[in-house]
């Protein structure tokens, strides 16, 4: 898998938030609150805002356009039936954040693996 670095640690010190475009994609780079670096789409399931632009309470963005919710470190819509937004692995080498040029694939299980179970 591809990486390609995006930040530095030193970037976080009084934020924790970072949007990047990488490819024609914005990606956020995000300091959780366990203080782990995750990446993720920045672009909102219903209208497409910048959810870094919200308000920003622990690891949970409020869209600023509506108000959905996502968790930062997982992707998932909080308050709405919405698919969740994309990942990217990430990795910290020294002081250089890299996240992987394309979103990480969620594994889905085969709803017929248990079909005949
Ligand atoms: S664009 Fe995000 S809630 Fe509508």
Request: charged share 25%; hydrophobic share 35%.
């Amino acid at each position: 898998m591809d990486y390609i670095e995006v930040a530095n640690v030193h970037e976080f010190t009084n934020q924790r938030i970072k949007s990047v475009t990488v490819f024609g994609s914005k990606v956020g780079i995000i300091k959780g609150a366990d203080s782990e670096f995750y990446a993720i789409e920045v672009g909102c399931k219903h209208q497409g805002a910048d959810i870094t632009r919200g308000h920003i309470s622990g690891d949970v963005a409020t869209c600023p356009r509506h108000g959905w919710k996502y968790d930062l470190v997982t992707g998932e819509c909080l308050n709405q039936n919405a698919a969740p937004l994309r990942r990217y692995g990430l990795k910290v080498e020294g002081e250089a954040i890299l996240i992987t040029t394309k979103p990480l694939v969620e594994e889905k299980e085969d709803p017929l693996l248990h079909f005949f179970d």
